[in-house]
């Protein structure tokens, strides 16, 4: 089976290790015998260099980057206006040891086989979404409002993108309208359930990971009362509500797939700066 290049693999890992060591004992085997020459004094400082950036390498790759910090980088915008595409972020694998993600905490984590459905990422992708419930939390969305437990949520962080200008059929021929885009969401029985909203702001048929359910089943869910996030799982939405491949297609993350948080931005430097001060910048 190929190896695809990905420095998180353990073979990868090793690769470069054993390649810095290789260079290691090239230069040591070449090196004068003449330990007094200006050639040794080469060797020996080469060899050191050699010595100190495998150590370094390897601490990074097999301690600090597997159990304490990685670098993510975002290629879409899902996370907008909080992180935008580009953006090259720290991300703490610690954190999560030692407690549990918490209510709108920024999150990475292994994308679940379903997400994986309904985009072209590839098996082992990362995902980073905003945890907006945790396990025993009653979720609900409502034309663009979240209700956690009954209450409604400040969100100044969201953002909604309306749907293509389109002619008013009821206006000037030159007329045109823009569809404003939305969704309602509901946990029922355990699952994640959403509809869009139709161009005439209505809302359209209840569905469960991108597929309509059945016709019976429509008024039972309108009807019911919102669920609870279930033990072990979490609720992930993006802050670009109406661009985002989360949670309310596909539904629950499993707490087994967490990876981190996202700490701060580092890259470009234009956007450095924590991860949750840009969140409360944006709800400003």
């Known amino acids: 089976m190929p190896l695809n290049f990905n420095i998180d693999s353990w073979p990868w890992k090793f690769a470069v290790i054993f390649a810095l060591l290789g260079m290691r004992a090239f230069v040591s085997l070449l090196s004068p015998k003449d330990k007094d020459s200006q050639q040794s004094e080469t060797a020996k400082w080469l060899t050191e260099t050699l010595d100190s950036a495998a150590i370094a390498i390897g601490l990074v790759l097999f301690i600090i980057q597997p159990f304490i910090l990685q670098a993510f980088f975002i290629p879409s915008g899902s996370m907008e206006d909080t992180l935008r595409i580009r953006d090259r972020l720290l991300v703490s694998k610690l954190v999560y040891r030692l407690k549990e993600p918490q209510f709108q905490d920024v999150v990475v984590f292994k994308a679940p086989p379903?997400?994986?459905?309904?985009?072209?990422?590839?098996?082992?992708?990362?995902?980073?979404?905003?945890?907006?419930?945790?396990?025993?939390?009653?979720?609900?969305?409502?034309?663009?409002?979240?209700?956690?437990?009954?209450?409604?949520?400040?969100?100044?962080?969201?953002?909604?993108?309306?749907?293509p200008a389109v002619a008013d059929p009821f206006g000037s021929p030159d007329a045109l309208s823009v569809s404003r885009q939305s969704y309602d969401m509901k946990i029922y029985d355990g699952a994640v359930y959403s509809r869009d909203y139709n161009a005439d702001g209505q809302p359209g048929l209840w569905k469960k990971n991108n597929v309509v359910v059945p016709e019976y089943d429509q008024n039972l869910i309108t009807g019911a009362k919102p669920g609870k996030v279930p033990p072990e799982k979490l609720l992930m939405l993006g802050d670009h509500r109406s661009d985002s491949n989360d949670s309310h297609v596909w539904g629950f993350v499993p707490r087994q797939n967490i990876v981190g948080k996202a700490i701060c931005v580092f890259w470009p430097p234009t956007r450095l700066g924590l991860v949750d001060k840009m969140s409360q910048a944006q709800a400003a």
């Open 114 to 163: 379903d997400a994986l459905l309904n985009s072209n990422s590839t098996e082992d992708t990362d995902f980073i979404k905003r945890c907006m419930g945790v396990p025993g939390d009653v979720i609900e969305v409502k034309d663009r409002q979240v209700f956690r437990n009954g209450k409604a949520i400040p969100e100044g962080y969201v953002k909604w993108s309306d749907g």
